[in-house]
């Protein structure tokens, strides 16, 4: 396959595990537990929480560079690691879910954008990467709009 997922670096954010609830809505994040297997996608580990296992919910600028600069949020497990799929892999995280694809190219612009049921998107990210122009695509959650994940060239 031509494609690659993988999750963000939960580095940057697993000292505010340790921050309490005060402290979290100070900085615009929230504490939850899970209190279901679904419904919480962890975007470190592309896998959803099970339930009792501890999230921060908090902005996250996954698009940093302008025009397309952008930011929403996400879920964090505690202590998730960064997950790296093999090539063509598409897990439940995203198989199960309303999917949105964004397109760019090296210059970070969107030159392609679809919808696509998730067991479909395996043939929509090949498909996508069939044009040399695309660069790397980012996955969101198409009901809520949140990132989800990013896919580059395998």
Known sequence: MTFRLSGIDPAPHEALFALDDAALQRLGAKRYIADRDRGFPCRASLEDARTGEELLLLSYEH???PPYRASGPIFLRRG???RV???GMVP????TRLIALR???AAHLMVEAAVHEGGDVARALAGMFDDAAIAYVHLHNAARGCFSCVADRA
Do not use: R, T
């Open 63 to 65: 698009q940093p560079v």
């Open 80 to 82: 998730a690691s960064k």
């Open 85 to 87: 799929l093999s090539p």
């Open 92 to 95: 439940p995280y995203v198989s």
């Open 103 to 105: 397109a760019y190219d």
